[in-house]
């Protein structure tokens, strides 16, 4: 008995150095997109001649190019990983129940497999920014979409996945860590790979659309990016959570519906304090940096 007792403290301990893990995780991220978005690039403060800034170049480099992946990869971390959190701890849970060894190394690989399928989904984000960019699609001041009817459609589209059968199941595959885990454990040293891999397949599932959204609002726009964080979260939490989801993507319907009808209409995205990407505001450095407004 006692020493069922201690081994039950030893796995709260690793499940709390886990919590701390993915809390120092989500902290760091949030921190480095407003240290990305804040406005240090002021006139006052410009680089020193000949020194290389990335996020000034208005051209896709490779520079530019990689800062851009490692901007959208900081972000699927910010915003996906608060959601997976319960997952994850759960996961070291049934891990150091299942095991007499230590269920700290197969959670992190867990944990580290999913946030690489996202890190290959940021991958494909930048390669969309590139492309929005390469047709003039995007804003220069905020990356959004210009266009309202585009805009619009992008808001239908999104919406209306919300309210669909492959929507709900990847969903339900995301908001259930104990049926889930029930379901598709697997022993072994590839187990925590495989689980990862699915877990990160059904929030992919779940998600793209809503993060598509980010060229809507602004990929930098960090209030725009809190909100879907936002919506993500309480779709995979809360109680009513899909009931959410889909008043989310009714409004989607109705909002994009109206720009599609009106592209006319002026709609404001506010950036939130102002906040821009840095490597677009050095840009416009003369200019006070107004709310977004769509053309």
Same mark, same amino acid.
């Given at each position: 008995?006692?020493?069922?007792?201690?081994?039950?403290?030893?796995?709260?301990?690793?499940?709390?150095?886990?919590?701390?893990?993915?809390?120092?995780?989500?902290?760091?991220?949030?921190?480095? !997109?407003?240290?990305?978005?804040?406005?240090?690039?002021?006139?006052?403060?410009?680089?020193?001649?000949?020194?290389? /800034? *990335?996020?000034?170049?208005?051209?896709?480099?490779?520079?530019?190019?990689?800062? %851009?992946?490692?901007?959208?990869?900081?972000?699927?971390?910010?915003?996906?990983?608060?959601?997976?959190?319960?997952?994850?701890?759960?996961?070291?849970?049934? %891990?150091?129940?299942?095991?007499?060894?230590?269920?700290?190394?197969?959670?992190?690989?867990?944990?580290?497999?999913?946030? /690489?399928?996202?890190?290959?989904?940021?991958?494909? #984000?930048?390669?969309?920014?590139?492309?929005?960019?390469?047709?003039?699609?995007?804003?220069?001041?905020?990356?959004?979409?210009?266009?309202?009817?585009?805009?619009?459609?992008?808001?239908?589209?999104?919406?209306?996945?919300?309210?669909?059968?492959?929507?709900?199941?990847?969903?339900?595959?995301?908001?259930?860590?104990?049926? &889930? !885990?029930? #379901?598709?454990?697997?022993?072994?040293?590839?187990?925590? !790979?495989?689980?990862?891999?699915?877990?990160? /397949?059904?929030?992919?599932?779940?998600?793209?659309?809503?993060?598509?959204?980010?060229?809507?609002?602004?990929?930098?726009? !960090?209030?725009?990016? %809190? #909100?879907?964080?936002?919506?993500?979260?309480?779709?995979?939490?809360?109680?009513?959570? *899909? &009931?959410?989801?889909q008043i989310v993507g009714g409004m989607a319907i109705l909002a994009g519906t109206a720009l599609v009808i009106a592209p006319n209409a002026n709609i404001a995205v506010t950036t939130g304090s102002?906040?821009?990407?840095?490597?677009k505001r050095v840009a416009a450095s003369t200019q006070s940096p107004p709310n977004w407004r769509m053309q």
């Open positions: 008995m006692a020493e069922q007792r201690l081994w039950q403290a030893v796995l709260s301990r690793e499940q709390w150095i886990v919590a701390a893990i993915m809390a120092l995780a989500i902290g760091l991220a949030w921190v480095s !997109l407003f240290s990305m978005g804040m406005p240090a690039a002021r006139s006052d403060m410009a680089p020193m001649p000949g020194m290389q /800034v *990335p996020y000034l170049s208005e051209s896709w480099t490779a520079s530019y190019a990689a800062m %851009a992946f490692v901007m959208w990869t900081i972000m699927m971390v910010a915003m996906m990983l608060p959601s997976a959190t319960p997952m994850i701890l759960l996961y070291a849970r049934v %891990a150091g129940q299942a095991s007499e060894s230590s269920a700290l190394p197969p959670t992190l690989l867990f944990a580290a497999t999913y946030l /690489v399928l996202w890190t290959v989904f940021a991958l494909l #984000a930048t390669l969309a920014q590139w492309t929005l960019s390469h047709f003039q699609l995007l804003s220069d001041s905020t990356m959004a979409i210009g266009n309202n009817r585009i805009g619009g459609a992008l808001l239908i589209a999104a919406g209306a996945y919300q309210l669909t059968g492959l929507k709900r199941v990847c969903l339900d595959n995301c908001r259930s860590p104990f049926f &889930f !885990l029930t #379901a598709h454990w697997r022993p072994g040293v590839l187990g925590p !790979l495989k689980l990862g891999l699915r877990h990160g /397949v059904y929030c992919i599932g779940c998600c793209w659309l809503l993060m598509a959204l980010l060229f809507f609002g602004g990929v930098m726009n !960090l209030t725009w990016v %809190a #909100a879907i964080g936002a919506v993500v979260l309480a779709e995979k939490v809360a109680r009513l959570g *899909p &009931f959410l989801g102002g906040i821009e990407p840095v490597h």
